[in-house]
Structures are given as structure tokens and as C-alpha cells.
């Protein structure tokens, strides 16, 4: 197993066209098992990190690596271990797709030809009962409400029982009940069995729990790492 | 006895190219395919055109031309940096000029030929059982590739950023199913005609957009809609002596309109019983 769950060495990124980078000599290095929390304000490229750490965007320099894989070479590897919730994922009331189908795509390309057991149907299930969705599976995804979408991807990123899983503010829409459920429960469940989170947020109530690290981000550089009872990197 | 064998014929050929077109429409419009799929049809068109010119096999060059315009497009957007929409736009443009140009160089006799009149609007007397035998093929082919990677499709389906960032490799099933709409539309460039063959990808979409919502049905039932409405525009074809693809494009609005009005019917009288519980 390799020392991080997530490595970035002097990573910059572009978007097409712009001269400026979005992030700019990004070194960072996240342990496994730990729960790490990115803020900062609009504009200072959170979701860029993100996507550049699963290879959605190719970095311009520098070395990523995700569970040890490179990115972008090995990405398609390397993500069958991950659950991505992008933000403001929201759906239109005339999506197809009800909230189970949804939560069993999550589980797709984990399987051979993306067939599903009856064993993976239950644990689709247990994850919508688990973020209390059950009563709503059968319902039309788009025809839910903006809070219960991100339950259902949620759900979706918990069934593929990811080694490692980034959140790009996934409780935008959600009320305060269900993000201090999310946060006090789920998570340190899913920190006790080994996966790394990695939370954007520029909203997040660190009384709900401490992470473990926090980066600081602004302008497209990381400002500031703190570390709370992680052993800094050398 | 002739005049039924050409009936029986054209209905089943037209069940099956329709059918499969309006499958690959609900595919389209759902994976945001639509300017490609316009692209790709008159791709096969000019291709069909050239093979016309240069007395070529006309369904080989379509097919090619218009799995080449599939597989090339996505590419050569990134590559420019220029939006799918647009550069789908501009080879529709470039592909209908090199249509008439093609058809023009063509030799005096072909110009005389049922050949063109099958390339612009169609034929029934293009179907032969050697046709219906491939299109029974590529139905084959599509249905088990639909059935046996439907979970992964539906991924692709509902959100492909997000299938990509699961790990399904997202531009291989993009490109098969590129390829088998490819070929749906250049056989089914043989009964519709090369400008009307892209109505018979998304008249039958539309039409099933107004009455299902979940993805299986709208698919399901774009094949059943595309069915009826080319086996009975070509059953009037045949009666009428009208151009074959203008009949089935005509079938198939009446039926939209005939699904709009049953839409919006529905819901008044749904609207009328939920007031009168209430």
C-alpha cells in the first residue's frame, strides 16, 4: 500500500484558452484513512483540485497520484475505488431515472458488464434506507427535491464503498439535520473502515466533527495545510 | 401476389428501420448525440452520393461515411476547441454541398436511375431480402449490446461526467454505439432518402417524450413509434405512388401530434379529478 491517499507535487492546471492556471504549484499529500477538509472562497479553485486528483482535468505539470495510481495514465484504474458527488448536481424534473436506478449505477463499474446481484440490490437499498430515501426509491430522480437528490448521490457514492471519496459540496441543498446525520455518523463510519474523505466546502460547521486536515485555498494556490492528529508529511 | 410480396416486405423492413431509428433517437437526444446524429446522416448521404458518382456500392460508403463522421467528430472538436454543436453544423453544411456536387458529376444514365431517386427520397423497390437479412443483423447486434450493458449505459445515460468519474470507460461505449447508429442510418437511408432520415431518428423520440417518463419505456416505445410510422408510411407509399420517405415523415407527425393531444389530454382530465376529490 502506498504512504498517501492522494499525492499532488507542484501540480498546476489549465483551462483551455487561459493563460492564468486555475491551481498553481499545488504540493499536497492526504494519508488514508483521514478526513480532510478543502475550503475557501469562490473562484480559488477547490473543484479544480478535485477533478485534476481523479483526472477529469489533466494537469499542465507536476505528478497527481490516487491510491497510488497515476493520474491521468492510470485514472480509469484507479477510480473503480473512488465516489466522486460533484457540485450543484442537480437534475431536471423530466430526468428518467428513478432514485434506485441512480444509486445502482454507482455500482456499474464495479461489476463484470455492469450486471448487479441480488446481494448489490440489497446493499442499494440498505444505502437509501441508511440516508432515509427507501420510501422514495421507486420515485422519478429529477422529481425530487434538491436536498433529496444529493441524499440519493450520496447513496450512490456510499454503495460503491469507496477507498477514497471527495465531495464537492454536497450539502449545498441539504438541511441541518440531515448534514449533522451525514457528518457524525456516516463519516467517522466510513473513516473506521480505512476510506480517505476529502471534503470542498466553504461552508462547514467544524463542531460537527474535526478534521483531520484542513487545506486553506486562495487564488488557485493552497495557502495553508493544518494538520490536527495526523503526522505531518516530511 | 407481387404487389403483397412488396407489401410484406416493406413492412417488415420498415418495422425494423424504423424501429432501430427510433431507438438510436431517444439514445441520441438523451446522451446529447442530436447535432451529431444530423451530422452522421448527411455523412451517409454524401457518401452515398459519391458512391453514386463513382458507381461504388452505395450502403458501404454511407455506413463508412457515417461512422467515420461519428468517430472523428468528438476528436476533431477537442482538437480545434470548437463546440461538438458547431462543428456538427459544419459538416452537415460541408456534406450537403458535397451531396449535390456528387450527385451532379454523376454519369447522364445513373442521373436517370432509380438510384437517385432512392439516394434523395427513398425506395421501396430497394428492399430485398438480402436488406431485411442485414437490418435483422444490426437489430440483433444492438438489442444484445442494449441488454447486456444496460446498467453501464444507463450510467453513461443519466450523467456521463459522472459515469467517466466512476471509471466506465465512457469513449469505447460511446463509440460502439456510434457505430451501430451509424449503420441504422445508412440502411435506413434506403426507405427514408438521405434528407429525411434524421426525422426518423427523432420524430418517434418526441413523440414518446410526451407519454413515458422512465428511460426503458421512452426507448421501447421510440422503437414501436418508429415502426408503425414506417411500415404505414410505406404501405402508403406504395398505394399512392409518393415519395416513400415523405410518406413515412408524414406518419410520423400525424402520430407526434396524435401523441401531444393524448398528452395534454391526459393531464386535463388528471388536473379535473384531483380538483374534484379535493
Known amino acids: ?234 | 401476389m407481387l404487389m403483397s410480396m412488396l407489401l410484406v416486405s416493406s413492412l417488415i423492413a420498415g418495422s425494423l428501420a424504423g424501429g432501430l431509428c427510433g431507438a438510436s433517437g431517444a439514445i441520441c437526444n438523451k446522451l446529447n448525440l442530436t447535432t451529431i446524429a444530423f451530422a452522421m446522416a448527411h455523412g451517409a448521404l454524401a457518401g452515398a452520393a459519391l458512391a453514386l458518382a463513382l458507381n461504388l456500392d452505395v450502403l458501404s460508403a454511407a455506413m463508412s461515411m457515417a461512422i467515420v463522421t461519428a468517430i472523428l467528430l468528438g476528436p476533431l472538436a477537442d482538437s480545434l476547441r470548437i463546440p461538438l454543436d458547431l462543428i456538427s453544423m459544419i459538416l452537415f453544411s460541408a456534406y450537403n454541398a458535397l451531396t449535390f456536387i456528387f450527385i451532379l458529376l454523376s454519369p447522364g444514365p445513373a442521373l436517370m436511375t432509380e438510384r437517385i431517386g432512392q439516394l434523395l427520397w427513398g425506395s421501396i423497390l430497394a428492399i430485398r431480402p438480402s436488406y431485411i437479412l442485414i437490418l435483422t443483423i444490426l437489430l440483433i447486434a444492438y438489442l444484445s449490446f442494449i441488454a447486456v450493458f444496460w446498467r453501464r449505459l444507463s450510467s453513461m445515460l443519466f450523467d456521463l461526467r459522472l459515469a467517466e468519474a466512476e471509471g466506465i470507460n465512457v469513449r469505447l461505449y460511446k463509440c460502439v454505439l456510434l457505430t451501430l447508429i451509424g449503420a441504422t442510418i445508412a440502411l435506413s437511408l434506403r426507405i427514408t432518402g438521405g434528407f429525411l432520415v434524421f426525422s426518423l431518428l427523432y420524430l418517434p423520440a418526441a413523440a414518446s417524450l410526451q407519454l413515458f417518463s422512465t428511460m426503458k419505456k421512452l426507448i421501447a416505445f421510440s422503437w414501436i413509434f418508429g415502426s408503425i410510422s414506417s411500415s404505414i408510411g410505406l404501405w402508403i407509399s406504395l398505394l399512392s405512388d409518393l415519395p416513400v420517405g415523405s410518406c413515412i415523415v408524414i406518419a410520423a407527425i400525424i402520430l407526434f401530434l396524435g401523441s401531444i393531444t393524448y398528452s395534454r389530454l391526459r393531464f386535463k382530465l388528471s388536473l379535473r379529478e384531483a380538483v374534484n376529490l379535493v
Open chain 1, 1 to 234: 500500500m502506498t504512504d498517501y491517499a492522494v499525492e499532488l507535487l507542484n501540480v498546476s492546471t489549465h483551462y483551455y484558452g487561459e493563460r492564468r492556471p486555475a491551481i498553481r504549484n499545488v504540493t499536497l499529500r492526504i494519508p488514508h484513512g483521514t478526513f480532510t477538509l478543502i475550503a475557501g472562497p469562490n473562484g480559488s479553485g477547490k473543484t479544480t483540485l478535485l477533478e485534476t486528483i481523479l483526472g477529469l482535468l489533466k494537469p499542465s505539470t507536476g505528478v497527481v497520484k490516487m491510491l497510488g495510481y497515476e493520474i491521468p495514465r492510470e485514472a480509469s484504474r484507479a477510480r473503480r475505488f473512488c465516489s466522486y458527488l460533484p457540485q450543484d448536481f442537480m437534475k431536471p424534473a423530466s430526468e428518467p431515472f428513478t432514485a434506485r436506478e441512480v444509486v445502482a449505477m454507482g455500482l456499474s463499474s464495479k461489476r463484470s458488464m455492469g450486471w448487479l446481484s441480488e446481494k448489490d440490490w440489497m446493499q442499494v437499498d440498505r444505502m437509501l434506507s441508511l440516508l432515509g430515501m427507501l420510501e422514495h426509491a421507486d420515485k422519478p430522480f429529477g422529481k425530487l427535491s434538491g436536498g433529496q437528490q444529493q441524499k440519493v448521490m450520496l447513496a450512490r457514492a456510499l454503495v460503491r464503498n469507496p477507498k477514497l471519496l471527495l465531495l464537492d459540496e454536497p450539502f449545498s441543498a441539504m438541511d441541518r439535520e440531515s448534514r449533522s446525520f451525514i457528518v457524525k455518523t456516516i463519516f467517522p463510519r466510513l473513516l473506521e473502515g480505512g476510506c480517505t474523505v476529502i471534503l470542498v466546502s466553504h461552508v462547514f460547521e467544524l463542531e460537527l466533527i474535526t478534521p483531520n486536515l484542513v487545506v486553506e485555498m486562495m487564488d488557485g494556490r493552497v495557502e495553508e495545510v493544518l494538520y490536527a492528529d495526523v503526522h505531518a508529511p516530511s
